[in-house]
């Protein structure tokens, strides 16, 4: 018998994240770099952490190699704990037959044997692809202060995107009423930020019941939630004001990143109280040369920079040469981007090589037609020959070895 | 392969004196260096990535701030079950503190006596390179030695205290050594590395306390040239020397050489150090910064030029730097001006402030000053 946890995170790591194309072709997506240091992953770690939540599951499905060998035993996060900390949980066989992960709901099902050994009073429901900073235990003495069943947490977005999100249509008191999944004619603008505390005997108690029925997709959004309201259970909505933000698409990552840059933006990420951890990598400081212009820009160790950034996320051990230009680029882990390369609006995955001169990606003002115009992303480990043009949106394959454009 | 009967020690306070400025308040093993260093990074991590599993440090005196660095030794893999990172601090009562090298050696005897590595290596902190001891041990046994010392070939660096000089036979021998001598131009002079057996250390130490002699490199050494096999290994790679203020400066501004960098941050035989998860280095509108080593956690809105910022600098707008060294989390005020500077930690600099020192002589401000 493990000593009681009052909470249980189970973190939702399963996903494949396709939205990202090639970033998520080998790697699953709360393990997607950000922030010149960071994966996405290492956000709900440490808000668990920072809250006092001891014991975390991550529910591992899609593409865990990678995911599984960063999280390792949480010693970067402090969950390398005697009796709670971090465990990876990926499906596993059992009696005769073996299940995958079949919905958010069937994966927390899957796992009901880990979380009671922990006999836990509440179980916080996360996901692994949100950028954001919040501190769990006040919603959960949000949740016991209302007597909730449920309590998912809100924020308010502006009606116009309104569409886009699950909404939550609540009574003064705070109480949910109805559930909007991306409705057309938004009655609120309280999005869902599919973040969730859960009382844990009324949960394990849906949980089943859910699995239960053949007609289920065993989704906490389309399932379990709905049928917990038609029954009449407490639930709220939680308030959560700050940064917060999806990074599932090409576009949102890169936003995301860009909002690190401005400096009255809201996500502050040097706040000695609520560090963002993570695994470190051992390099030696940065080196910004002579003839380096460098502003508005975040730059990881081990980085050597000779040329111009402006607007830039240079993660650790990124070179980039004298004459070249980065500018609204993200460059991932250990890239090159050689004499005179001209990298704008991009995403460059990691120990990928920019050859002398090529071109990626291009301004918006630039364009002729506004319509052809995105971010452009280079895979992990590509060679992008000398004098080659990758055009804005192009999207390159892991490991190719790109040559159109040249002369 | 991480095992190869090897024990480390490493001695924390040496020449503690050399840069009384710095190790006011702490031992020489952590004075800060290089950005995001101290200098007993660089000697720790050299034993670890020799394969070294235990290591003992010794301590003397203002030896908090380096147990709050080292910890539990984690982030240099020495947090372990078999072996590890041990601490070693003043055996004895007021009366019987030591003073000297050898009586360090020999207050640490049960350590000695307890471990069960066949071989050790000694080394110090005040300087930094980085080199693989197992080379040293292979030299060690391929040369059949008693002991085996560790020398650069080049001019002594100014300042520093009490410099051996060995006569080396063309086979490697120790034919004759010298304790401070008043030598110009290139020698071998000793980089106070030492390879022996551990049991041969700790006799060898037993002798000179029993006929009360207490100078390490005099009467352990130089009084055994004749009746002991020892041999010197020269190590050709960069060494940089913490003998003086000016030492240490220049040092420090020695990093800005791409070729100095590559050798001492190996990426085969990386530095270690205490994690401390700051976000990256944040450079913002208007920042100009130039031939630098700037670590992560800094905040640059100013100008920076030929300086090494430490981690969670900030430097507000309009600051203008050039030739300084700034350790952690100082703050830099708006519209100042230095000029070869030593900042060290969580200084604050107010805004408009002029401090000018000079390349001879860079002015030194001390740890938590408000200016």
């Known amino acids: 018998m493990f000593p009681k946890q009052e909470v249980v995170a189970m973190l939702l790591a399963g996903g494949q994240g396709s939205r990202l194309g090639v970033l998520t072709k080998n790697l699953a997506k709360p393990a997607v770099p950000y922030g010149g240091k960071y994966r996405i992953i290492d956000f709900p770690l440490s808000n668990c952490v920072n809250s006092g939540i001891e014991t975390v599951g991550v529910l591992t499905q899609y593409q865990p190699l990678e995911l599984n060998e960063y999280i390792g035993n949480g010693q970067p996060w402090d969950l390398d704990s005697m009796y709670g900390g971090v465990h990876v949980l990926p499906p596993y066989q059992r009696g005769k037959k073996s299940d995958w992960y079949k919905g958010t709901a069937n994966a927390i099902y899957q796992n009901i044997n880990f979380i009671d050994r922990y006999n836990p009073d509440y179980v916080v429901v996360l996901s692994g692809d949100h950028i954001y900073k919040m501190d769990y235990s006040k919603m959960v003495a949000f949740h016991k202060e209302k007597q909730a069943d449920c309590t998912i947490a809100e924020i308010e977005v502006p009606l116009s995107e309104a569409s886009r999100f699950g909404i939550l249509n609540t009574r003064d008191d705070g109480s949910i009423y109805e559930f909007d999944e991306k409705p057309k004619k938004p009655k609120s603008t309280k999005a869902s930020m599919g973040i969730y505390v859960f009382t844990w005997n009324k949960l394990r108690k849906y949980l089943i019941e859910d699995e239960a029925d053949p007609d289920s997709s065993n989704d906490f959004g389309k399932n379990v939630l709905p049928k917990m309201l038609n029954a009449g259970e407490r639930m709220f909505a939680y308030e959560f004001q700050g940064y917060w933000k999806d990074v599932g698409t090409i576009d949102s990552l890169w936003e995301s990143n860009m909002d690190l840059l401005d400096p009255n933006g809201s996500l502050d990420l040097s706040e000695p109280s609520w560090k963002i951890y993570s695994r470190n990598p051992v390099m030696p400081p940065q080196y910004v040369a002579k003839d380096a212009v460098v502003q508005n820009s975040l730059v990881a160790e081990g980085c050597n920079v000779y040329g111009q950034i402006d607007f830039a996320v240079l993660f650790a051990g990124v070179y980039i040469a004298p004459g070249a230009v980065v500018k609204d680029s993200i460059i991932m882990p250990g890239s090159r981007v050689e004499e005179g390369a001209v990298v704008q609006y991009a995403i460059v995955s990691e120990n990928t090589v920019v050859g002398r001169d090529a071109v990626i990606g291009a301004r918006p003002e630039e364009m002729d037609n506004k319509d052809e115009w995105g971010v452009a992303v280079v895979g992990a480990n590509c060679t992008i020959a000398p004098g080659a043009v990758v055009p804005p949106k192009a999207m390159i394959e892991e490991g190719t070895t790109y040559e159109e454009g040249t002369k | ?371």
């Open chain 2, 1 to 371: 392969m991480r095992a190869n009967n090897m024990l480390g020690v490493l001695f924390s306070n040496v020449h503690d004196e050399k840069i009384r400025e710095l190790t006011e308040k702490r031992a020489m093993g952590s004075v800060p260096f290089g950005g995001r260093y101290r200098l007993i990074d660089f000697p720790l991590s050299n034993m670890v990535n020799s394969g070294i599993n235990k290591v003992g440090v010794i301590t003397k005196n203002n030896y908090q701030s380096l147990m709050d660095h080292l910890g539990s030794g984690k982030a240099w893999d020495l947090s372990r079950k078999r072996e590890g990172l041990f601490i070693l601090p003043p055996f004895g009562d007021a009366s019987s503190i030591p003073n000297s090298r050898l009586e360090y050696l020999a207050s640490i005897h049960r350590f000695l006596e307890n471990s069960r590595e066949e071989y050790v290596v000694l080394s110090d902190c005040d300087m930094i390179f980085n080199m693989d001891y197992s080379q040293v041990l292979a030299y060690h046994l391929e040369k059949e030695a008693d002991i085996t010392v560790v020398y650069h070939f080049g001019k002594i660096p100014a300042g520093s205290g009490d410099p051996t000089v060995y006569t080396i036979a063309p086979d490697g021998r120790v034919l004759d050594m010298l304790v401070s001598p008043n030598m110009e131009g290139d020698c071998n002079h000793g980089l106070s590395i030492l390879v022996m057996k551990r049991e041969l250390l700790m006799s060898m130490v037993g002798d000179c306390v029993s006929r009360n002699m207490f100078n390490f490199k005099r009467d352990f050494l130089q009084r055994n040239v004749k009746n002991y096999r020892i041999y010197g290994y020269e190590f050709e790679g960069t060494v940089l020397t913490m003998c003086s203020m000016n030492a240490y400066f220049e040092a420090n501004m020695t990093l800005m050489l791409p070729k100095v960098r590559a050798e001492l941050f190996n990426p085969d035989r990386p530095i270690y150090t205490k994690v401390r998860d700051d976000m990256p280095a944040r450079y913002g509108l208007g920042a100009v910064v130039s031939n630098s080593i700037i670590a992560d956690g800094c905040v640059v809105e100013g100008t920076v030029e030929n300086c090494v910022l430490f981690r969670g600098v900030k430097v507000e707008k309009g600051a203008h730097l050039e030739n300084c060294v700034v350790m952690q989390d100082a703050v830099i005020g708006a519209n100042c001006r230095m000029n070869y500077v030593v900042v060290d930690k969580d200084v604050q600099i107010k805004e408009d402030r002029s401090l000018m020192g000079f390349q001879s002589y860079p002015v030194y401000i001390s740890k938590g000053a408000v200016i």
